[in-house]
């Protein structure tokens, strides 16, 4: 008999490709912070559309990926975070940056009374329920006068020139104040994107992730074992809807001009967002990043054909879905197995080690 | 006589309403597949009798008629090529692909007939009206009622009275079963995504001569859709019609109030049945 206390079990999900992705990922993201000195005015707009559409990406495939609830409705946080941006900003006087928080905030109260009518709903109808509350707060808001009614408003130009923050940005790189809101919106999206990313795989790698794991597999097992569904997926919904409101706003800092039909968009903040989880992966942290990657060099790629763009990319969608319902990632990673961020317990340092590699999820 | 009126154009609305949801009804009813390309579906038919109309020259209800096989065409290979392959516990896949059928629709939409507004002419008939005692009603929106009636009665007797409607309901109720007995689920499918594009069909000539239409309104219709189901509850064509009613008169009523509030009255009229009987009006299916 061989004594097996010496060597403890541990339970871990660190890989040798996660630990070296770490180090690279610190190394990015030194790189992205300082890119403000190297990068012209337009590689700061494209990363700013890259970054927000990856937040919206991670939001969604939380919703979706993680907790099953396929919302085809997040139009309605994007453009109710922005409507309270701009609320907050030309009624009250706020300063856009605390007003961002704030609209995050509010989108987080939206989704209490929204999360009462959709829970009420199962599966596919809970995806049509979203787009109907989508809906009705863009119809709501497009009542609302003193925000432009149906035709919008912009934001005024002292409330951006004047923010201490730009401030301080531009005498930091010696630019206008137009130069200097790009510089801001581009480190806040970048800061959001960071703290976004870090918040889901935080989630997903505690007890609750793993309950969230569960209920997503097996709801009726996961609820015989104790996991709370409900509460959970209410959870979910609840943090997806601040992030995504806080995105929103900060989008529509950056743009400073808002109209109901822009701001709840279906194709701007849900269509394109879903074809981004997908092509890179629903289910996994690196998926929207591959995906808003694609997503990015395919629009363009695409840019002059017009309408022929979202065609082709639904067809994309459609064939993933079909043929690879594991996305891009999923792919690299099955033949692979290397995990950048993984999630998936693995017993270590007992007798019987096992280091068999399975799916992304495990 | 004002609020009078206001109801019967309400439930005149409602016809078209349930034309919309009848087709989704039976698809969701047969195999709980919720087709989120449904809306633009309709629009696609409905471009299809404007070509059939302006090319041949024909009258709008006979190019109806020729599109219906078209459209049966379209449905039962929709179906058995691309949606059967996406069935199964995972609710992920079906939704997806309809949601990027829809996309695909739409711009294909897009690109062969330009975002301009159309309509399918039927001679005077659109602005012809009778008089039912004191009010006067639109000869079209009669007729789509009526039309809707004529839909879910040919429905039920479908289901109800023939061999396969039988089959329907056996594959509805257990697939696997139904499988044993000889009949192949797959192409009963088929069949049935085939018969809910000849009902679109019907829709889609009445959402083309009564109103204009261009290639983005279909998600705005397949959500009026879908309201109506559930109003109705689920598994019951009747109650889908007396949800496309509900609907239709929270519009009228709210755009005599207030033009802009027409599209909102219908939403929340759907959000306090929801509220209220979360199930519907006339549930029978548990699921």
């Known amino acids: 008999m061989t004594d097996t206390s010496l060597t403890p079990w541990r339970v871990e999900t660190q890989t040798k490709a996660s630990a070296i992705s770490a180090i690279v990922a610190a190394l990015i993201i030194l790189l992205a912070f300082a890119a403000p000195l190297f990068a012209s005015r337009s590689v700061m707009q494209d990363l700013f559309f890259i970054l927000t559409m990856l937040v919206l990406a991670q939001n969604w495939n939380l919703l979706a990926g993680y907790a099953g609830l396929v919302s085809v409705g997040q139009q309605a946080f994007v453009g109710f975070g922005a409507y309270a941006m701009f609320a907050l900003v030309i009624l009250a006087g706020l300063d856009p940056l ?10 987080a109260l939206l989704a209490i009374p929204t999360a009462f009518f959709l829970f009420r709903l199962q599966g596919a109808y809970f995806a049509i329920g979203s787009w109907v509350i989508a809906e009705v707060v863009r119809l709501a808001l497009a009542q609302w006068k003193m925000l432009g009614g149906g035709t919008g408003t912009s934001l005024p130009r002292e409330a951006t020139r004047d923010m201490p923050a730009l401030k301080f940005v531009g005498e930091l790189f010696g630019v206008k104040s137009s130069g200097a809101g790009d510089i801001l919106t581009y480190w806040l999206a970048l ?6 990313i870090g918040l889901v795989y935080r989630l997903l790698r505690s007890k609750q992730g793993l309950g969230l794991a569960a209920v997503r597999d097996n709801q009726e097992a996961a609820r015989s074992v104790g996991v709370d569904a409900r509460r959970m997926k209410t959870l979910v919904y609840l943090a997806a809807a601040f992030g995504t409101g806080l995105c929103g706003a900060l989008i529509y800092v950056q743009k400073a001009r808002i109209s109901p039909d822009a701001a709840f968009s279906v194709v701007d903040w849900t269509a394109y967002v879903i074809f981004i989880v997908v092509i890179g992966g629903i289910g996994t942290i690196e998926g929207p990043i591959v995906g808003v990657i694609v997503f990015y060099l395919l629009q363009n790629l695409l840019a002059d054909y017009g309408s022929w763009y979202l065609l082709i990319l639904g067809l994309i969608g459609i064939v993933i879905m079909l043929f690879a319902p594991r996305g891009l990632w999923g792919l690299f990673a099955e033949r692979t197995g290397i995990q950048l961020f993984p999630v998936r317990r693995r017993l270590t340092g007992g007798p019987l080690m096992s280091s068999k590699n399975g799916g992304p999820h495990g | 006589m004002a609020w009078l009126d206001t109801i019967i154009q309400g439930i005149l609305l409602g016809g078209l309403y349930a034309l919309f949801a009848a087709g989704l009804s039976l698809v969701f009813g047969i195999m709980r597949l919720v087709n989120l390309a449904h809306g633009d579906l309709i629009v696609l038919a409905a471009f299809l009798i404007l070509v059939l109309v302006s090319a041949l020259g024909l009258n709008p209800f006979l190019a109806a008629l020729v599109a219906m096989p078209v459209m049966f065409a379209v449905g039962w290979a929709l179906q058995f090529f691309l949606l059967n392959q996406t069935l199964g516990t995972d609710i992920l896949p079906p939704l997806l692909v309809t949601f990027g059928l829809s996309i695909v629709i739409q711009n294909g939409l897009l690109e062969g007939f330009t975002a301009d507004s159309r309509r399918i002419p039927v001679g005077g008939m659109d602005s012809a009206s009778v008089a039912l005692g004191p009010i ?9 009622l009526a039309s809707a009636v004529a839909v879910i009665v040919g429905l039920n007797q479908l289901f109800y009275r023939t061999s396969l409607g039988r089959a329907f309901r056996a594959t509805s109720d257990d697939p696997v079963t139904a499988g044993l007995m000889g009949i192949q689920p797959k192409r009963i499918f088929a069949t049935a995504t085939g018969i809910a594009m ?14 204009n239409f261009d290639p983005t309104i279909g998600p705005a219709r397949l959500i009026y859709a879908f309201e109506a189901v559930i109003i109705g509850g689920l598994g019951s064509l009747w109650g889908t019609l007396a949800g496309g009613i509900v609907i239709g008169i929270a519009q009228t009523f709210g755009a005599a109030i207030n033009p802009e509030w027409q599209i909102l009255a219908g939403h929340l009229a759907f959000l306090v049945v929801l509220l209220v009987r979360p199930r519907g009006l006339f549930p029978r299916a548990v699921d």
Do not use: D, F, H
Not at chain 1, 191 to 196: M, S, V
């Open chain 2, 136 to 144: 006067n009603v639109g000869v079209m929106p009669l007729l789509t």
């Open chain 1, 98 to 107: 605390i007003a961002i928080l704030l609209a995050g905030i509010a989108s």
């Open chain 1, 191 to 196: 800061l959001l994107a960071i703290a976004t």
């Open chain 2, 198 to 211: 000849v009902v679109v069909t019907i829709a889609a000539l009445y959402l083309g001569t009564r109103a």
